[in-house]
């Protein structure tokens, strides 16, 4: 069975960046620990800094980004086409506003 998996991280201060990631693991390839992505060391540092982006960090549209890609994913693997690994990093900057005439 094919595992399809999408996590997503928001880091840094000045601007925040948000980075998402996308993992397709398929029979007879290489699984999450396999690939080096998913070790005791990247699952401890995870823990440590699990909620420091604030109580109520706005991921909503990075999350659906996500998941659209995934189901995508998803669309390409019952029709036979896709196998990859991919990373999607976004990022987000303060802009001002200006009223123009």
Not at 15 to 22: A, E, Q, R, S, T
Not at 30 to 41: D, P, S, V
Not at 65 to 83: I, K, M, N, P, Q
Request: aromatic share 4%; hydrophobic share 40%.
């Amino acid at each position: 069975m094919h595992y399809i998996d999408i996590g997503m991280d928001v880091h840094g201060e000045k601007p925040p960046v948000i980075g998402g990631k996308i993992v397709l693991s398929s029979p007879g390839r290489l699984c999450m620990r396999c690939m080096g992505l998913l070790t005791e060391a990247k699952l401890a540092e995870e823990a440590v800094r699990y909620g420091k982006a604030g109580s109520r960090p706005q991921v909503v549209w990075p999350n659906g980004v996500l998941a659209s890609t995934a189901v995508g994913l998803g669309v390409e693997l019952a029709v036979g086409r896709a196998e990859f690994f991919l990373t999607l990093t976004l990022s987000m900057t303060e802009t001002k506003h200006s009223n123009r005439k």
